[in-house]
């Protein structure tokens, strides 16, 4: 792993559909606190937030830079009235937040905000399992499902950020189970989520055995994401991680072999890739790869490590904008 000896005090924030987490440090090998909230009512949370930032701020001093990795969609566009606000969620209450400038715009100090998925897929690529790759994709499969697709070195962003949980998707033969999205009910996330999972099995995700005829719906929905990816970014490297996957690692064997199906021979996996099994892995950082994909948006921000490897396109446009 590579370690930032030349960066100052960073600070950064996960925000997650379950949990956010406040980290304090500046990479893998210098963390030095650590802090979960669950993720509840808005103002309570974002309060309880600050108070950590500020007792760090008043224990440690100034931060160098805060790097702030929010559940989606949120604005990422600096000309944007809305700049950093989460938009239409389905996280209840969250809608129109203004991640930015209830964490960060008052601190003056750089603040760089991108999604969570983006975040730990820098993590990932500057720490992680993707080191030394430019095309990348990071899938978490969790309260919510995301990807954050890195192409050139950059997180893929044009009019928006990609948001390929709420594709639609070939559905299982026979499947006709509705979905639980509040937006497109069986897109991916309303299909094979940690709350679709419980929803279909009618127990708590975590409580579903593993011979459930639940998982088969859901690791076939799973490979479909896997082939949309690869025929679309063609990334060198496809990390799968996430509460659901994390927790049950069997789940990954089935859902290579459901990519593999759905592929049906189109490309030779092998000749491109080096096969399957090290085509799609896990995260080299783990339950870490959130977080510390806060402390790599800010290390992107700091001053010192502005001659450091390519930033984002959201960070280079937040620097114009003076952000």
Known sequence: MKY???VGLLAGVELGGTKCVCILGSGPQDVRDRVSIPTGQRDAT?????EVLDGWWDAHGP???LGLASFGPVDLRP?????GYITSTVKPGWEGTDVYGRLGGHRNIPVRINTDVNGA??????WGAAQGLHDFAYITVGTGIGVGSIV????????????LGHMRIARLHGDTWPGICQFHGDCLEGLASGPAIGARAGVPGGEVPADSPVWEPVTHALGQLLHIILLTTAPQRILMGGGVVVSRPELLARIRAQFVKSLNGYLDLDDLTGGVDRYVVTPGLGALAGPLGALALALQAAPALQAAPAADAVSVANKRAGC
């Open 4 to 6: 930032e000896p030349s």
């Open 46 to 50: 974002l309060a309880r937030i600050n």
């Open 152 to 163: 050139a070195g950059q997180p893929v962003f044009g009019c928006n950020h990609t948001e």
């Open 121 to 126: 897929a820098l993590a990932e690529g500057r």
């Open 63 to 65: 931060f160098q830079a």
């Open 79 to 83: 000309q944007s009235k809305t700049f």
